[in-house]
């Protein structure tokens, strides 16, 4: 089984910064992708920031220049967070894809959620 563990949300105020940490952890043979979503209570999760497998970064219009997402090993991610608006307020989740050392060998998994609440 392949778990995320993530961390690094909480309260901050308007301006501050934040940053968020996912480790996968598991019967890993390799990882192609990592990301960071977010959610707020009745809206759909949306795509925050995206490292693939390339090393190409992806990012949200509403994040562009405030977020930097970094793969500091083969098994973490990181999220940046600078000049924290309150419309960044939601619950963060990682998510990661790649292969297993043991069958089925695809893997897609979410970890729990981190919240990042952020005051005006």
């Known amino acids: 089984q392949v778990r995320l563990a993530e961390s690094g949300g909480g309260l901050v105020q308007a301006g501050g910064s934040l940053s968020l940490s996912c480790f996968a952890y598991?019967?890993?043979?390799?990882?192609?992708?990592m990301a960071w979503y977010r959610q707020a209570p009745g809206k759909q999760r949306e795509l925050v920031a995206e490292?693939?497998?390339?090393?190409?970064t992806n990012y949200a219009e509403s994040v562009q220049g405030r977020f930097t997402i970094s793969r500091d090993n083969k098994n973490t991610v990181d999220l940046q967070m600078n000049s924290l608006k309150p419309e960044d307020t939601a619950v963060y989740y990682c998510?990661?894809?790649?292969?297993?050392?043991?069958?089925?060998?695809?893997?897609?998994?979410w970890g729990q959620g981190t919240l990042v609440t952020v005051s005006s």
């Open positions: 598991g019967t890993i043979l390799s990882i192609d992708s």
């Open positions: 998510f990661a894809n790649g292969l297993k050392t043991v069958l089925p060998r695809p893997f897609e998994v």
């Open positions: 490292f693939l497998s390339d090393g190409t």
